[in-house]
């Protein structure tokens, strides 16, 4: 993907997210099966995943560069950072520290949702200060996956977000 459809990406995947998000009831939003997060849990999950990377991207080019260095390989497509994430929740990977959630309430879901859509605002734009060599030049830290390229990031941000979809979409029963 190059930069553009990337961007269109990221849109698309969280706006059908907070679409998903906002349709829900507060029993909806509220309700977990044992073990697994509510609706209000992945939300802010995905606002803590977006907002660093947004973050990250505003920076010099230098700051990065300086903090985790170059690629020393090609970036992945798409499908094989996809295929790498999931095997790795298979062998047992999840969240962690400051990725790990508290509980949201209702009342939360307003702001929450728009903080995340902003930041994926922010993102998007900051792509653009980047070009196609660059996504693939530089590189930041994943706490799962270990160092990615810009463009890897982004496409497992891309994933990411549509993963928690999927997981509030069955937690639910829909």
């Known amino acids: 993907m190059n930069k553009q459809e990337i961007a269109a990406r990221l849109i698309e995947s969280h706006r059908n997210f907070t679409d998903c998000i906002d349709a829900l009831s507060e029993s909806e939003f ?16 995905v606002a803590r995943s977006v907002a660093p990377l947004a973050k990250a991207l505003a920076l010099p080019k ?15 497509d798409y499908d094989s950072l996809v295929e790498n994430y999931q095997g790795k929740l298979a062998a047992g990977g999840k969240a962690s520290g400051k990725y790990i959630p508290p509980e949201i309430g209702f009342a939360e879901r307003v702001d929450l949702k728009n903080k995340l859509t902003s930041d994926v605002a922010d993102l998007t734009e900051r792509i ?12 930041l830290p994943h706490p799962l996956l270990g160092d990615l390229t810009i463009r890897e990031m982004l496409y497992f941000t891309i994933y990411h977000v549509g993963h928690h979809h999927r997981a509030t979409l069955k937690n639910l029963g829909k």
Request: aromatic share 14%.
């Open 128 to 139: 653009g200060k980047f070009s196609e060599t660059q996504l693939d030049e530089y590189v």
């Open 30 to 45: 509220m309700f977990a099966p044992a073990g697994k997060w509510t609706a209000g849990q992945q939300l802010k999950h």
């Open 62 to 76: 230098f700051v990065p560069h300086l903090l985790f260095g170059k690629a020393k390989r090609l970036s992945t």
